[in-house]
């Protein structure tokens, strides 16, 4: 596990690791010789490099700074380090495995904390029936959603190579090896990692959408379609371990969904077509991945009816199938006496029909193609009875059961697309639209009189605007026709779009707008005209504004009858995305985390008394600042009932790699995120730490508030914006060239920070090690708070801080950034600030609240020093911090001598590759990018 938050570590149980680190690495069997797995990589990597250049190694093991490096070898230097990084993180990942298997040998499933086992062994514990946590097992909808976030800066191919160095250790973990077969893994080992020192770390060109596409789809053909039923296994054992009355197998009920492909905000290179062709993809993908477990049985199902009887209902299935398979002849003379091999014979034979239709293959023109993943469940379901019925249990079990639960999860879709637009681009075309042949004085746009009554209309109106004869503007075509895309789409099958997320909404018009846009696109149930929009519009609120006023754009939303009927279309269910990078970009760290709590609570309550199931999409993840946290506690922090067993969360970029590139880990992962869901159903109504409590609100708005108001000054300061622009890496971290998108929405310029996408603000202040979007503000607010409120005040600070979790959560992660910012490292960086008035102005102050933050922190936990309290996390920082020091070093001398060029691109090739690679480097040791 990389050190990166992923919503997933559990660095709240150190006393697991305690007990079983050593019995895991001698478990693991490479800890011979005193070497540990880390001492294995590093010595390979070591022998690798020293045949460059005897410095690397040096550099490598901490003992000289790649600074000190003659010039021509810091690319190398560089690229030895990026390597050394990524390895640990392997490691990392590799080691947390391997404690986890421990902690089950010598104990259970159950003191793997939040692993089904201990939650519903917590959750029986605590008076919940077997029934009722089945209950909630079958209606939950937890959405696992990955995002093309430009924040990985590994490419498939380091990616690949990562998992075979994983596979590696894992089979060198094995005891049956002789010494020379020992020999030869690690040799393995040495060529994989020569590979990955050799392999370029930099892109030369931005990847285009669809190797994006393809990026993800690479981590559902790899590892997700495999761990799904692994899923479902490890949670039917816990409920057969706990309720052994509730015994029958439970699917893990995931709900995939994806941006990739569909997330056009800000990104002009998503398409109509692209998001069409993308979709064709996502189908393909999910075909595909039926036709290997299809063929393994046929292979193994050689049930022969000369041993047992095959039941009737069985015969007809297999009569139907052969007929529509378009090869009874052939299936029938085949097998004669093996039906349950004809049986997959025809169903292999629709199944390539159906993959034939969508490549524009030439097909076997007899079989007729599957019209929906339904269709094709059902008769996977005869076969499993069939085969329950004639008493072959296990094999059922072990062979059908998985392909039933891939078909549940993946249908043919792989992930359900969802869509994103900005509410800006929505508002221009629908004014747009209803302009259409109006003459002056009738023309309406947002910010105009008028403007939400005329959208009301129109929502009411059966009427369409007439596009004949009009040019339209090229976003208006772009929407008209994505709009078809999608229309066509929910027609193939109804689960391949997921949500039409819109973000930045700021008002209820804006969701109007979306609305009619979905209903002149014709995504109705029926032909009626006027019927309401069955597409599930999720307003994205994302400033601190915005999140304030959501509660009333949502109850507004709902009274409008047409959004109503759509609603209802969506079986009463809204679900609200909630931004956590943009709200803390706006407001500070404590000010969005506190706000995003206070939405959730008030936007539940508005869905209790509309009768709507309000759900939340959250879009968090990455580093602390982009509202990544240890997944169990971030949604025990929820407040209570407000997670009901729906909850969706982005899966983005690194993160994506470090929680889903290996089977064990990513099986961790959606248990983790599953069973945390199922705990916070169950639990959370009776939990003291989420109880409302007046006093602790009281206190938490105080907070916010000064917290907010220290962050304004700040960012607000004369100045900031060129300190910032200096300081940091952030123009150069375009050059990067890791995701499609570019880093500013409309085009903005680097004067104005509002365009600036959260992601590269994140990512530029973890480069400069001021990690100030992590921190900043609250040093400030604890401090005046108990200056106005004396000694109560830190009473209060410290109830909180044993009695409320969401406190709690924020506090720990606070620590956590905390002592990850460098200042020492951070005053180099600022060096590069031109005006010196600017660089002691905007420097003092955020040394000045640093230093408070510490006071601050040590004063409310009362621990004597900074992240004690999080061994593994300390660990993670201290290992890379010599060679980490090195590369900010470098990367302060090559940011003045790029930047020495009018224009940066002119640079020193060489100069600006090391530039790019001292980023890489950065954002491994880091273990995120921002
Ligand atoms: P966005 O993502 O810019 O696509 O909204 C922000 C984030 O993930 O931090």
């Not at 000289?64 to 010039?71: A, H």
């Not at 993809?281 to 991945?289: K, V």
């Not at 916070?680 to 907010?708: C, D, I, R, V, Y």
Request: one cysteine or more; proline letters at 4%.
């Amino acid at each position: 596990m990389s050190n990166v938050e992923v919503m997933s570590q559990h660095d709240d149980a150190p006393e697991i690791r305690a007990q079983t680190r050593e019995s895991a690495m001698a478990d693991a069997g490479l800890e011979q010789g005193g070497q540990g797995i880390r001492g294995l990589l590093l010595s390979q990597l070591s022998a690798v490099v020293r045949r460059r250049h005897p410095d690397l190694a040096k550099v490598l093991n901490g003992t000289m700074s790649i600074r000190q490096l003659d010039e021509v070898l810091w690319l190398d230097g560089l690229q030895a380090i990026a390597a050394w990084f990524q390895l640990l993180a392997i490691a990392e990942e590799y080691t947390a495995t391997s404690r986890r298997r421990a902690v089950e040998r010598k104990g259970s499933a159950d003191a793997v904390l939040g692993s089904f086992s201990n939650v519903i062994g917590q959750v029986m514990a605590d008076g919940s029936s077997g029934d009722e946590i089945r209950r909630v097992l079958g209606g939950l909808r937890v959405g696992p959603t990955m995002t093309a976030h430009p924040t990985e800066t590994k490419r498939i191919t380091v990616l690949e190579i990562h998992r075979r160095i994983y596979r590696t250790l894992t089979e060198a973990e094995e005891q049956r090896w002789s010494p020379r077969e020992r020999e030869e893994l690690i040799d393995r080992l040495r060529g994989e990692i020569e590979l990955l020192w050799l392999t370029g770390e930099l892109r030369l060109e931005k990847p285009s959408v669809d190797q994006e596409v393809a990026w993800g789809l690479h981590f559902f053909k790899e590892i997700l379609f495999e761990t799904v039923p692994k899923l479902g296994d490890v949670l039917t054992a816990a409920m057969r371990r706990h309720a052994p009355e509730n015994a029958t197998p439970v699917s893990p009920n995931l709900r995939f969904a994806t941006w990739i492909g569909g997330d056009r905000d800000g990104n002009p290179f998503v398409t109509a077509e692209l998001t069409r062709d993308s979709l064709k993809e996502y189908r393909r993908t999910a075909l595909e991945s039926y036709i290997g477990p299809l063929e393994k049985l046929m292979v193994e199902l050689s049930v022969s009816t000369n041993v047992c009887t095959i039941p009737e209902t069985f015969r007809d299935a297999l009569n139907s199938a052969m007929d529509l398979s378009g090869r009874r002849d052939t299936i029938a003379t085949r097998n004669p006496n093996e039906p349950f091999r004809q049986f997959i014979c025809a169903l292999l034979a629709r199944l390539r029909a159906t993959l034939a239709d969508e490549t524009g293959d030439p097909r076997d023109a007899g079989a007729t193609p599957y019209r929906s993943p339904a269709e094709m469940r059902g008769e996977i379901q005869a076969l499993n009875q069939a085969l329950v019925e004639i008493g072959a249990i296990a094999v059922a079990e072990r062979l059908v059961r998985p392909l039933l639960w891939q078909l549940e999860i993946f249908g043919f879709h792989t992930a359900a697309l969802d869509i994103r637009q900005n509410a800006t681009i929505v508002n221009k075309v629908v004014a747009e639209l209803l302009n259409l042949g109006a003459s002056e004085g009738d023309r309406v746009e947002k910010g105009r009189p008028g403007w939400g009554e005329r959208l009301r209309e129109a929502l009411r109106s059966p009427a369409k605007p007439d596009l004949q004869g009009h040019e339209l503007s090229e976003d208006a075509l772009e929407l008209v026709n994505l709009f078809k895309v999608i229309r066509d789409a929910k027609i193939k099958d109804n689960r391949a779009i997921g949500a039409f997320i819109l973000s930045m909404t700021e008002s209820v018009e804006d969701m109007v707008a979306c609305h009619l846009l979905a209903r002149w696109g014709g995504i109705t149930a029926g032909d009626d005209p006027s019927a309401a929009t069955t597409l599930a519009i999720v307003p994205l609120f994302e400033t601190i504004d915005d999140l304030r006023a959501a509660p009333d754009i949502l109850d507004e939303m709902i009274s409008i009858p047409a959004i109503r009927r759509s609603l209802r279309e969506c079986g009463d269910r809204q679900e609200v995305m909630l931004g956590y990078s943009d709200s803390n970009k706006d407001g500070g760290f404590f000010t969005s985390n506190w706000e995003l709590s206070k939405a959730q609570r008030t936007l539940h309550d508005v869905g209790v008394k509309r009768r709507v199931k309000v759900s939340f999409f959250h879009g968090r993840g990455g580093s602390v600042s982009r509202g990544g946290a240890p997944t169990g506690r971030a949604i025990a922090a929820q407040p209570p009932e407000t997670v009901d067993g729906a909850l969706r969360v982005t899966e983005q970029g690194e993160v994506v790699s470090a929680k889903f590139a290996n089977k064990g880990t990513a099986l961790h992962n959606l248990e983790i995120l599953t069973a945390s869901v199922l705990a916070h159903t169950l639990k959370s109504p009776h939990e003291k730490e989420l109880k409302e409590n007046a006093e602790f609100n009281e206190a938490m708005e105080a907070l916010s508030g000064l917290s907010q108001t220290a962050y304004a000054d700040l960012i607000k300061s004369e100045g900031f914006i060129d300190y910032f622009n200096q300081s940091s890496p952030v123009e150069e971290l375009g050059l990067l060239n890791i995701g499609s998108r570019p880093a500013r929405r409309f085009g903005g310029s680097p004067k104005d920070l509002s365009e600036l996408r959260a992601i590269p603000w994140v990512f530029a202040w973890s480069q400069n090690r001021h990690l100030m979007t992590g921190w900043y503000g609250i040093g400030t607010a604890f401090d005046s708070f108990v200056k106005v409120r004396g000694e109560d005040g830190m009473k209060i600070l410290k109830s909180m801080f044993r009695n409320s979790r969401l406190f709690r959560l924020i506090v720990d992660e606070v620590e956590k950034q905390h002592y990850q910012c460098d200042l020492e490292i951070a005053t180099d960086y600022a060096r590069l600030v031109e005006r010196q008035s600017v660089r002691e102005e905007i420097f003092g102050k955020i040394r000045a609240e640093y230093e408070l933050t510490r006071k601050m922190l040590i004063d409310v936990t009362g621990t004597e020093d900074l992240s004690e309290r999080f061994p593994v996390h300390k660990r993670q920082i201290d290992r890379v911090a010599p060679q980490l020091k090195g590369v900010h070093d470098l990367q302060v001398e090559l940011l003045s001598r790029v930047r020495d060029n009018a224009k940066i691109r002119e640079a020193d090739p060489r100069m600006l590759d090391a530039l790019l690679l001292s980023i890489h480097c950065t954002s491994a040791g880091l273990g995120w990018t921002g």
